[in-house]
């Protein structure tokens, strides 16, 4: 097993030039505005994964992932001559769902600041159940030790 520093550089390297020979090699008019948005290489470097996005409707992402499978080939051999290493890793290409998530995390962020803001106003009028202070207080023990004026009379009178 390889290095995985190693492995991350030529990840990041094929990144690069993935994206850089789709914008000046690849001439395909199906391609959209597309971004590439991560790679990631086994750590025996013979796979690569490149990740992508496409903005656009889902017919233009449809065109686009077929022209990176047609691609394919020039593109990896483009891998090959610049990134000097002994055997080309193989490309697959995956849609990136980064746009949609975060999207879904925004939505439901919003959901739960509406909720708090619901609660706050409800407990900004709310009384509580039992008493205003519902915590016990310290018994003040004073008034039971002082004189007892009772048993001083019941004396005098024996």
Known sequence: MADPTRARKLADRIK????????????????????????????????ATIYYTVLGTDEERQGTAMALESAKGVLRAEVGKRTGIRLTPTLTFVADDIPETSQ???????????QDARVAALAAGAKPAGDADPYRKPVDLTDDFGEDDDLDDEDDDR
Not at 32 to 43: E, I, K, P, Q, S
Not at 104 to 110: A, N, P, S, T
């Open 104 to 114: 879904q995390i925004e939505d439901l962020l919003r959901a739960a600041a509406e």
């Open 16 to 47: 690069v030039v993935v994206a850089e020979a789709l914008e000046k090699r690849i001439k395909d008019p199906r391609l959209g505005f597309l971004t590439v948005t991560d790679a990631r290489v086994t750590g025996d470097m013979q796979h």
